[in-house]
T-cell receptor, first 112, second 114 residues
Framework: QQQVKQSPQSLIVQKGGISIINCAYENTAFDYFPWYQQFPGKGPALLIAIRPDVSEKKEGRFTISFNKSAKQFSLHIMDSQPGDSATYFCAASRNRDDKIIFGKGTRLHILP | ETGVTQSPTHLIKTRGQQVTLRCSSQSGHNTVSWYQQALGQGPQFIFQYYREEENGRGNFPPRFSGLQFPNYSSELNVNALELDDSALYLC?????????????FGAGTRLSVL
């Protein structure tokens, strides 16, 4: 049973465009939703995270939109740059739980 | 760099063998979590160690075991290796066990089981 479903599996965007990655979750007990960025040969690094008491969080060019009723959240990368080319993982956890449940990842390629 | 180091970077084993992977946590962090990342998949939680005790476990069989040492470094041991154990093994350290705290990942150990 996949608790966090992520789409698309891969994404190609022109430089300067908007990259959008979507995730859906099943467990309503989840209350922490981080996004991770992973470059080849590196471990995942926390990019941005949101809690369900807000509908949107923005950090620089990265924005998380959260829809609690639909149990969906998404990552928007504005003005996408070639350096953003990486694999992105959405994830979820319960506040006091010890584990983070990851989605399967989206391979993003930004065309120069 | 995250300050989390893993060794070795690559490892080749044959089915049935045993393997030990090592992780040095970031200075000041007392919690280490281990993840398995199969090719093209997201990391899957194996277990977490907090102050030398196992503090939660994912859906992995007992042949996956671990240790945490007084300096908070950690080992992941896998016995009776199977072909499906081929994956990137990641460790992550954090200040406390709470998942909301930022987990700093190492670059991983790529294990190939032949």
């Amino acid at each position: 049973q996949q608790q966090v479903k992520q789409s698309p599996q891969s994404l190609i965007v022109q430089k300067g465009g908007i990259s959008i990655i979507n995730c859906a979750y099943e467990n309503t007990a989840f209350d922490y939703f981080p996004w991770y960025q992973q470059f080849p040969g590196k471990g995942p690094a926390l990019l941005i995270a949101i809690r369900p008491d807000v509908s949107e969080k923005k950090e620089g060019r990265f924005t998380i939109s959260f829809n609690k009723s639909a149990k969906q959240f998404s990552l928007h990368i504005m003005d996408s740059q070639p350096g953003d080319s990486a694999t992105y993982f959405c994830a979820a956890s319960r506040n006091r739980d010890d584990k983070i449940i990851f989605g399967k990842g989206t391979r993003l390629h930004i065309l120069p | 760099e995250t300050g989390v180091t893993q060794s070795p970077t690559h490892l080749i084993k044959t089915r049935g063998q045993q393997v030990t992977l090592r992780c040095s946590s970031q200075s000041g962090h007392n919690t280490v979590s281990w993840y398995q990342q199969a090719l093209g998949q997201g990391p899957q939680f194996i277990f977490q160690y907090y102050r030398e005790e196992e503090n939660g476990r994912g859906n992995f069989p007992p042949r996956f075991s671990g240790l945490q040492f007084p300096n908070y470094s950690s080992e992941l041991n896998v016995n009776a290796l199977e072909l499906d154990d081929s994956a990137l093994y990641l460790c992550a350290s954090s200040l406390t066990p709470l998942a909301k705290n930022i987990q700093y990942f190492g670059a991983g150990t790529r294990l190939s089981v032949l």
